[in-house]
């Protein structure tokens, strides 16, 4: 159904072979499209090589503003010209001693809301220039779960959700660009490891879909490849839910009474 023959794009966001973003990429590469990755360091970059041999690799550190500027001029140097931006990034300094979301502090809320939000806005007006006319802008935000082991990224990531539309209107004054987002239920990767409590969270959302099966990375990326696509042109300024029933399910009648007996 999809094909992405001749079309090249940017993709942020890869930590290892579980992520979301891994996953995007290596669905597009393998449906014909052209990969470029931005990643935070020359580290970062080795790692993405190996992944992924054959792609252009640019170092863009989103808190770097000349390295906006830089991925600005490499993108119109090398005529590359992008049909789209997977935007799939998040950051939270989590800090035990101050876990309670009323703790956190200004530098750890405006640090975090700058990489896992307004970094979408920076990547959009850096490539510009090389988007062209129908291309589609895709980020990741979580399914709407209210964690409190997110802490302090749930709210920011609901900013991000928010975001998109503001994005969406704007960018369509400019160019035929769509702006989207694919909101995830608990997936098995390493970033999540980093959340308090997220195992219990996880198995917790697995009991919760609807199929009583785990959200699995591929589906999350389906839907991404899916709205990064030409086949998604009517789909703008949304955020869709991808968690397999799970935010319909809170009061599955098993799980109500599997905490009730122990009452």
């Known amino acids: 159904m999809l094909d992405f023959t001749g079309q090249t794009y940017l993709i942020t966001g890869v930590a290892n072979k579980k992520s979301v973003a891994y996953f995007s990429a290596k669905t597009l590469s393998e449906l014909g499209a052209i990969t470029v990755f931005t990643v935070q360091t020359e580290e970062h970059k080795t790692k993405v090589q190996k992944l992924f041999p054959d792609s252009q690799i640019i170092i863009c550190d989103v808190e770097n503003k000349e390295h906006f500027e830089q991925l600005t001029s490499y993108l119109k140097q090398n005529k590359i010209e992008l049909s789209g931006i997977l935007h799939s990034m998040a950051y939270a300094n ?104 997220y195992i219990e969270n996880f198995l917790y959302a697995e009991a919760l879909t609807l199929r009583q099966e785990t959200l699995h990375t591929q589906e999350v990326a389906n839907t991404i490849c899916f709205l990064l696509s030409e086949k998604s042109s009517g789909i703008n300024a949304e955020t869709i839910v991808v968690d397999a029933g799970m935010s319909s399910n ?3 009648q098993k799980i109500v009474k599997n905490f009730a007996k122990d009452l």
């Open 94 to 197: 989590f800090n035990p001693e101050r876990s309670k979301y009323h703790e956190t502090s200004l530098e750890d809320f405006m640090q975090a809301a700058h990489i896992s939000c307004f970094s979408l806005n920076q990547f959009a007006q850096a490539c510009l220039p090389s988007l062209k006319d129908n291309s589609s802008l895709v980020t990741v935000g979580i399914s709407n779960t209210k964690a409190t082991s997110y802490g302090y990224l749930g709210p920011i990531k609901a900013m991000l959700e928010t975001s998109v539309c503001y994005l969406a209107k704007s960018l369509s004054e400019i160019k035929k660009i769509r702006v989207n987002c694919v909101s995830s239920g608990p997936l098995k990767t390493s970033a999540s490891a980093g959340i308090p409590n």
């Open 250 to 252: 809170y009061f599955d």
